[in-house]
């Protein structure tokens, strides 16, 4: 059974900073891509960033330069660093893991989700 535990979400003012991380327990031999999507209220699920096995990564239109997505493979965590932030930044961030290898295949896997609010 794969599990993704995410952690470091929490109120934050506007310019502030926070660091989420997120860490897959279980028998997994490798996983390919590991990201972050969030989800404000009334809105679609949209791409934060994303991360290959290989360090190639990927963001939102609307990162601009803010965040920065990192990963350490002997760990099977990713994280997100996510600087200047704005008030429309607020919603839940999920973690996201693809083609996670197990005995039993692949799978792809997602967090429970941890809320980020920026707010003053």
């Known amino acids: 059974q794969v599990q993704l535990v995410e952690s470091g979400g929490g109120l934050v003012q506007p310019g502030g900073s926070l660091r989420l991380s997120c860490a897959a327990s279980g028998n997994i031999f490798s996983i390919n891509d590991m990201g972050w999507y969030r989800q404000a209220p009334g809105k679609q699920r949209e791409l934060v960033a994303i991360i290959t096995s290989g360090g190639r990564t990927n963001y939102g239109d609307f990162v601009k330069g803010r965040f920065t997505i990192s990963r350490d493979n002997a760990k099977d965590t990713v994280y997100l660093q996510m600087n200047s932030l704005k008030p429309e930044d607020t919603a839940v961030y999920y973690c996201?893991?693809?083609?996670?290898?197990?005995?039993?295949?692949?799978?792809?896997?997602w967090g429970q989700g941890t809320q980020v609010t920026v707010s003053s």
């Open positions: 996201h893991a693809d083609k996670v290898h197990t005995i039993q295949g692949w799978e792809d896997y």
